[in-house]
């Protein structure tokens, strides 16, 4: 029994069974009005999903709504409570709610409210997806390729909350301990906080996100991280989410070292390449090749900076949506704030709680209902019907509010809209970018990995793969025609009969033909040639080829794979990819 929560006899609780969510066709799903411009844009959005509801099954399914209270419409309910309890076992108890944005009391010692949700319900991951819709303003050249799911961790890392003020005695405590007994150097004065990442809350993570993109047909996995500084924590961050890949999910993934070592670029059908980017890359990325990412995971911070630039690049936090998300239970919620110049003005765009309703819908497997919304939308921007911070952007808008926008959607949803047709073409387009992507792979592996970002790691990436090959009986005036007309200084000779490779360098002529004062024309290829030939594999890092090539005072190794020598890395490709990449210790 609840004091102020009413829930609606008339439908049905969502359940968790076995880890898995069963949506009656009539559920209870919870709500929080919020705070500021909270009621305007949830009365607008309600309004939406039930008619999108309505015409996608016919009055078969409905959603009963469960208001519940947090924020100032608590805090009057409630004697002051801002986060009642009845709140936090109600949204448990529905398993799926939504929620308008809420103030943060300031001073007075209250937590925030949406860490204080996000740490009593353990919403673990932040998922923000990150599309843009024909029509919407925005900054980039072709916004249109931007379509990415942001999975951020919400437990760990900065917010972990774990810090030391300057000056204080725990800081003082913390400060000896690791002067003294860490051996750290830093200044006198510092403030200390401590960036904890563990192994459990980067897997549950990383699950949740490679399971997102096999549920929902994604390309790829990329984990972005900063662990080229941070080894223990950003680092350890990319190593366990590539563990959870290998160890739950390798028979759906494939790492990008695989896809251009073992499969040349061209991605297998059914498998999620996973990948890592630096941070920073990351940023540059999201601007300059967007479509080259899919859903991305990653630790608090860098999530946080990353949402709101990525939001930034289709339209802004007027139409972010967002959820938190656990194993068994979701709360949607609109990424901004409460706007209060805005409140109860009519004048805001509902678009981030509304997408946010659409994350939700998708989620409890109302595909067809989600898609209306979706599909709708970008008709009716275009027409120019638009909210204030719309049309201060497009020329020639009409400027509505927030519940006129909703009318113009809604009599959109109801007027018809081809769903099968507008999917179709959607995914047409999506297949022809996807190909398009496997066409430049293929053609310009190096270029490509230097356009999206990735840095050469092992000799598999840098290997020349067509490779020229001699047989034992040419001789070796032909052979050096061959090394001439391709521009090679070595070319590989085929197994003999005891299946050993071997080479013929340039050096190897000049040393043992023209020092040896022989004629070429009457030499053959297995008189000069060395054999056997030394070969590692192609996941040798570049780091170990440097090494062997210095040990051995080689100056090119042959790739295999098994007992076939499938390329060619030579000093020249590695200083060239250091010199185009850098060099990270
Ligand atoms: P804000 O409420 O997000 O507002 C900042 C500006 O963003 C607004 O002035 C407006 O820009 C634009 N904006 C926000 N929502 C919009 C919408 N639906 N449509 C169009 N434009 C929109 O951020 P804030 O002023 O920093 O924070 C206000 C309160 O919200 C604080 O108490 C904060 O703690 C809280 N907050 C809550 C959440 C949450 O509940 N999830 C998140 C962030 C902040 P223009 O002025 O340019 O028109």
Redesign the pocket.
């Known amino acids: 029994m609840y004091r102020h929560i009413k829930v609606p006899t008339t439908g049905e609780k969502v359940r968790v069974v076995n880890g898995k969510l069963h949506v009656p066709d009539q559920p209870v799903i919870g709500y929080v009005e919020?705070?500021?411009?909270g009621p305007d844009?949830t009365k607008a959005c309600l309004r939406i999903w039930d008619a999108a509801v309505a015409k996608a099954y016919g009055g078969k399914r409905k959603i009963h709504w469960c208001e519940t209270f947090l924020g100032e419409k608590a805090a009057g309910l409630y004697d002051g409570n801002y986060c009642p309890d009845e709140t936090l076992h109600a949204l448990k108890d529905l398993v799926v709610s939504i929620?308008?944005?809420?103030?943060?009391p300031?001073g007075g010692g209250f937590r925030?409210?949406?860490v204080a949700l996000r740490q009593d319900l353990d919403l673990y991951a932040c998922v923000r997806p990150v599309k843009h819709y024909a029509g919407v303003p925005s900054p980039l050249k072709q916004p249109g390729k931007v379509d990415v799911v942001i999975f951020r961790e919400n437990t760990e890392d900065v917010y972990a909350g774990i810090e030391y003020k300057a000056g204080s005695p725990e800081n003082d405590k913390v400060t000896k301990f690791l002067r003294e007994e860490m051996k750290a150097r830093f200044f006198d004065g510092s403030g200390i906080g401590i960036k904890p990442i563990s192994a459990f809350g980067t897997k549950r993570l990383v699950r949740k996100a490679i399971q997102y993109a096999v549920d929902n047909g994604r390309e790829s996995v990329t984990l972005v991280h900063k662990g080229n500084i941070m080894k223990f924590t950003e680092g350890a961050f990319r190593n366990w989410g590539y563990e959870v890949a290998r160890e739950e999910f390798g028979n759906v993934t494939i790492t990008e070292e695989q896809l251009y070592a073992e499969y040349k670029g061209k991605q297998p059908e059914g498998k999620i390449v996973i990948k890592d980017r630096i941070a920073d890359i990351m940023f540059q990325m999201m601007l300059l090749r967007p479509d080259e990412f899919d859903v991305i995971a990653t630790p608090n911070l860098n999530g946080d900076y990353l949402s709101d630039a990525i939001a930034a690049e289709v339209g802004?936090?007027?139409i972010a949506p967002g959820a938190n998300i656990a194993d068994n239970i979701a709360v949607f919620?609109?990424?901004?704030?409460?706007?209060?110049?805005?409140a109860n003005l009519n004048k805001?765009?509902?678009?981030?709680?509304l997408f946010s309703g659409v994350m939700m819908l998708e989620y409890m497997g109302w595909k067809e209902a989600a898609d209306l919304i979706s599909l709708a939308y970008p008709d009716v921007v275009s027409d120019g019907i638009v909210?204030?911070?719309f049309a201060r952007q497009i020329d020639g808008a009409r400027e509505v509010g927030t519940s006129q926008f909703a009318d113009a959607l809604i009599e959109r949803i109801q007027g018809g809209i081809d769903l099968e047709a507008k999917r179709r073409a959607q995914q047409e387009q999506l297949v022809k970018e996807r190909k398009q992507r496997e066409i430049r792979r293929l053609l310009q592996p190096m270029e490509e990995m230097m356009s999206t970002g990735r840095r050469p790691q092992t000799v598999g990436d840098l290997m020349t793969r067509s490779l020229i090959t001699v047989t034992d009986e040419e001789t070796v005036e032909s052979a050096m025609h061959v090394m001439q007309d391709n521009g090679v200084s070595c070319v590989v000779v085929e197994p003999n009969k005891k299946g050993e490779w071997g080479i013929m360098t340039r050096r190897d002529i000049v040393t043992k033909i023209v020092h040896a004062n022989k004629n070429p024309a009457t030499q053959k290829v297995k008189d000069v040639a060395s054999r056997p030939l030394f070969s590692v594999p192609a996941e040798t890092t570049i780091r170990e080829a440097s090494r062997i090539l210095a040990d051995r005072n080689f100056s090119r190794l042959a790739i295999a794979q098994g007992d076939r020598i499938i390329g060619i890395v030579t000093e020249t490709d590695i200083f060239g990819s250091v010199e185009r990449f850098g060099w990270l210790e």
């Open positions: 919020g705070d500021g411009i844009i929620k308008g944005p809420l103030t943060t300031v925030s409210l949406n802004g936090m007027g919620e609109a990424t901004h704030g409460t706007a209060p110049k805005y805001v765009n509902p678009g981030s709680l909210t204030y911070d």
